[in-house]
Nanobody
Framework: QVQLVESGGGLVQPGGSLRLSCAASGSIVSINAMGWYRQTPGKQRELVAAITTGGNTNYADSVKGRFTISRDNAKNTVYLYLQMNSLKPEDTDVYYC??????????WGKGTLVTVSS
């Protein structure tokens, strides 16, 4: 069973840091890329950062230099991380973990809320 479980969201002051985590289990050999997206209600979900199985990364211009995506492979689970530094109020959003399989299928986590506010 394909699963994605996010954690690490919360409230942080502007300029602060948070690290999001995502545990992907089930059919992990099918994964060819994973990523973090964010979405404000009423707006389109947007890419924050992505990483392929080969380690290639891609970032939204708005987070370059502040966010870092990384992954660790365990026996039956792939862990995806998003280190977020120098957070700004405009980074407030629900963040979703995504896994993409070699057959083109995408799967999503339930999301974790990040609030940047003083």
């Amino acid at each position: 069973q394909v699963q994605l479980v996010e954690s690490g969201g919360g409230l942080v002051q502007p300029g602060g840091s948070l690290r999001l985590s995502c545990a992907a289990s089930g059919s992990i050999v099918s994964i060819n890329a994973m990523g973090w997206y964010r979405q404000t209600p009423g707006k389109q979900r947007e890419l924050v950062a992505a990483i392929t199985t080969g380690g290639n990364t891609n970032y939204a211009d708005s987070v370059k230099g502040r966010f870092t995506i990384s992954r660790d492979n365990a026996k039956n689970t792939v862990y995806l991380y998003l280190q977020m530094n120098s957070l700004k109020p405009e980074d407030t959003d629900v963040y979703y973990c995504m896994r993409r399989h070699w057959n083109g299928m995408h799967y999503w986590g339930k999301g974790t809320l990040v609030t940047v506010s003083s």
